[in-house]
């Protein structure tokens, strides 16, 4: 039976077993939430030894020349040494420099991290709070325009961080853990092309800041966004979309509930072959998304797609 060593434990355990598993059941606090290799909660750093890698793609190279793993996309096949992600040692930290509510169940939090952090629109970032919870939130913000980190959490729902962020206050601390690419950019080889963002719920976070980032980059195509929360007072950006359109002719945003979204994505026509699609949101909901715009003729090629996985 290999062995896997985690400072000074040493635990014995069953060849092919997923490294995660086998961290949680020697009772290594290790954070995670996606188990699909997405988040990124659960970085290891291999000391000695190296296990099976199930999906090497989802990290960057410069991050598995360091040693860095996903425990939950490892299975441990020989003697293995690791060290897991230490948000004090390994991570940045950044001071709450505001938080509102733009609506009753979006928390809007903007961090100032205390280096700067080179970031561009769409991406997500690991956040880790005082507790050691950690959870991945995709940034609002727009790169070298606001001075703040910006990110949107949703608490409508139970949840070990979202619980916690309710209580946060000007002044708090909280840890960066590892930034991610994620599908969701900005190309400015589209500058001609017809751009259409479709967001649910908070996933409307990372497209805002890429909407914002082709605004600003005079992007010259018909822009549409479409919005879908469980209730109109959930749209939390209205004020901020009204302002881009009131700005920006070339933006069309529509607003719809859950109850409304068949019968908008039924009116959904393809003007262009060449129109791009950006979705992001629960993944019941991008699937929908993704289906209506396949059978209205765009192909998946011109898909770009974020999905928000709950915690398994």
Not at 29 to 47: E, F, K, M, N, Q
Not at 103 to 119: D, F, G, N, T
């Amino acid at each position: 039976m290999p062995e896997l060593r985690v400072g000074t434990q040493q635990l014995q355990v069953a060849s092919q077993s997923n490294l995660l598993d086998a961290l949680l059941a020697g009772g290594v606090a290790v954070p995670y939430s996606c188990r699909a290799g997405s988040c990124h909660a659960c970085l290891v750093r291999c000391v000695a030894g190296e296990p099976l890698d199930r999906q090497p793609e989802a990290l960057a190279l410069d991050k598995r020349a360091e040693g860095w793993r996903l425990a939950c996309q490892c299975l441990v096949v020989d003697d293995l040494e690791v060290e897991p992600f230490d948000p004090q040692r390994d991570g940045i930290g950044a001071q709450v420099v505001a938080l509102d509510w733009p609506s009753s169940h979006v928390l809007r939090l903007r961090l100032k991290p205390v280096r700067a952090l080179r970031y561009r629109a769409g991406q997500h970032v690991v956040l880790w709070n005082a507790d050691g919870v950690a959870r991945p939130y995709s940034l609002a913000s727009l790169p070298g325009e606001d001075e703040w980190l910006e990110f949107h959490i949703d608490c409508r729902l139970p949840g070990a961080f979202s619980d916690a962020a309710r209580h946060l206050q000007v002044g708090d601390s909280l840890r960066l853990g590892e930034l991610r690419g994620g599908a969701l950019h900005y190309d400015p080889d589209w500058q001609a092309r017809p751009l259409w963002l479709l967001a649910a719920g908070t996933g409307l976070a990372p497209l805002y800041g890429v909407l914002r980032e082709a605004l600003r980059q005079e992007h010259g195509g018909a822009i549409r966004l479409l919005h879908v929360a469980h209730e109109p007072a959930e749209h939390y950006l209205a004020q901020e979309l009204q302002a881009l359109c009131d700005a920006h002719p070339q933006l069309q945003v529509e607003q719809v509930t859950a109850a409304q979204l068949p019968a908008a994505l039924a009116e959904l026509r393809l003007v262009s072959r060449q129109t791009l699609a950006l979705l992001c949101g629960h993944p019941s909901t991008v699937d929908s998304f993704a289906r209506r715009l396949y059978m209205a003729g765009l192909p998946r090629s011109q898909m770009l797609a974020d999905v928000f996985l709950t915690r398994v």
